[in-house]
């Protein structure tokens, strides 16, 4: 007598199953800034709670579109640091292509040029400094470092840190709307969600991750490490040169010399949005959610009666909780 195969019905997981999984996978990905997106939304219904004139237009349009240029330059700064390196440059680097820019449009160039000069000057600067970084195999802090005094040194001989005024009405892309909505804004959303689709969907911008990660195991499989690294440092210049033109339209006059504190704000939202600063991971939808809340707890601070200058003292508790926590979870994972 022949045994009959008894064909049993599939496993399914409980709904309960599915669904813890998937918000665990979830955490697991964008963990970091789902706290930071919270802290934000909590901010907002507090300070609204004590004031209610922080929801005003005039202030909606300071923390998100007037801080729009600071959550640009990070996502480049979120693509150097997530390979292992980082550039204290990035402040600098900004006044001096502003400067550019502004002398261009008053020169009487077209706005175009105005407005495309940054980005490639920005590409050729960063460009030498990843050459310097990946072939000459110097630290980026270090390479950096000289860049930020020959920038600001040379923009302070040149121009004596005067004001160029009389900028064209078509220069100042970012006085102007579209669609009814901030054009700071608007370039925020869409340069943050199409850099985090890039980072996360393409082999160039997955081979960014393996470079900060493990860089043995990602030249065993192919990836170019000197290229990555030349590469990663040119698109950050083109990041900081969109980051200039947002900045330097923003008023009626730009002052020549470089804006006080701007690397470390750039490079605290990278951190702070979760890239780790030993590199390999993190988003950079992180690193722009976190500079709108530094934005929201400046203004926050403002309307409920409290010294600005606490801001700093917040954000560097944020940075040292954001570090002791990627040290535990690096710790864990060994």
Do not use: C
Not at 71 to 84: E, F, K, L, P
Not at 87 to 111: M, Q, R
Not at 323 to 332: A, G, I, K, S
């Amino acid at each position: 007598m022949e045994a009959t195969a008894v064909e049993l019905p599939p496993v399914r997981p409980r709904a309960g199953v599915q669904r813890k999984g998937w918000l665990r996978r979830l955490f697991a990905d964008y963990g970091q800034e789902i706290v930071v997106l919270a802290a934000i939304v909590v901010l907002f219904v507090v300070v609204t709670a004590v004031n209610p004139r922080f929801v005003s237009a005039n202030n909606l349009t300071t923390i998100f579109s007037g801080n729009a240029y600071i959550a640009v330059a990070a996502i480049g700064m979120a693509m150097v640091i997530i390979t292992g390196n980082i550039d204290v440059s990035v402040g600098a680097l900004i006044g001096v292509l502003a400067t550019i820019s502004g002398t261009l449009a008053v020169a009487g160039y077209p706005v175009w040029v105005a407005w495309l000069a940054p980005v490639l000057v920005g590409m050729a600067i960063n460009s030498v400094i990843g050459v310097l970084v990946a072939y000459a195999r110097i630290p980026s802090i270090v390479v950096t470092l000289g860049a930020l005094s020959i920038l600001r040194g040379g923009l302070i001989s040149a121009t004596g840190g005067t004001w160029i005024s009389d900028l064209p009405p078509a220069f100042l892309l970012a006085q102007k709307k579209l669609l009814g909505l901030p054009v700071p804004l608007v370039i925020m959303v869409v340069l943050t969600l199409l850099a985090a689709a890039w980072m996360r969907y393409s082999a160039f911008g997955r081979s960014l991750y393996a470079v900060g990660g493990n860089p043995e195991a990602a030249l065993a499989t192919g990836i170019p490490l000197e290229r990555r690294i030349v590469a990663v440092f040119a698109i950050h210049g083109a990041f900081a040169g969109l980051a200039t033109i947002l900045f330097a339209t923003q008023l009626q006059v730009i002052q020549s010399t470089v804006p006080p504190n701007l690397e470390l704000t750039v490079i605290t939202a990278a951190v702070i949005g979760g890239v780790s600063i030993l590199g390999g991971t993190g988003t950079v939808i992180g690193s722009t959610l976190a500079t709108i809340l530094f934005a929201t707890i400046g203004s926050a601070l403002i309307f409920v009666n409290v010294s600005a200058y606490w801001l700093r003292a917040v954000i560097g508790l944020l940075i040292l909780a954001t570090v002791l926590v990627d040290m535990l979870r690096r710790h864990r994972r060994t």
